[in-house]
């Protein structure tokens, strides 16, 4: 049984960062894809940045690249989600999935919350000052 669990949320002033981590256990693939995606109260979950733990290939939505960045710790089974130059919009819960993949690449779009199958209980990033 795939498990993921987030952690790392928090409250920052914006211009602040927070580093959001997401441990993996459970799967029986060896090569899984993993996506951070984003939810605000009232509105759909959005796909942030995703990543391949295979051949580590990455891709972020464009309303976050240059300030945001996924990466993967394989030793630790860990994905995490460096977050910098925060904005009030960008509050929301932050919740990673993970789907068998042997890379995002294989993927018709990888910041799709459809392509994942498993999904952490989420954790609350607020940005306010």
């Known amino acids: 049984q795939v498990q993921l669990v987030e952690s790392g949320g928090g409250s920052v002033q914006p211009g602040g960062s927070l580093r959001v981590s997401c441990v993996v256990s459970?799967?029986?693939?060896?090569?899984?894809?993993i996506g951070w995606f984003w939810q605000a109260p009232g509105k759909e979950r959005e796909g942030v940045c995703s990543?391949?733990?295979?051949?580590?290939?990455?891709y972020c939505a464009d309303s976050v690249k240059g300030r945001f960045t996924i990466s993967r710790d394989n030793g630790k089974n860990t994905v995490y989600l460096q977050m910098n130059s925060l904005k009030p919009e960008d509050t929301g819960t932050y919740y990673c999935?993970?789907?068998?993949?042997?890379?995002?690449?294989?993927?018709?779009?990888?910041?799709?919350?459809?392509?994942?199958?498993?999904w952490g209980q989420g954790t609350q990033v607020t940005v306010s000052s």
């Open positions: 999935a993970a789907v068998a993949s042997y890379s995002i690449a294989a993927m018709g779009n990888p910041l799709s919350l459809y392509e994942y199958d498993d």
């Open positions: 459970g799967f029986t693939s060896e090569t899984y894809a």
């Open positions: 990543i391949s733990n295979s051949d580590g290939r990455t």
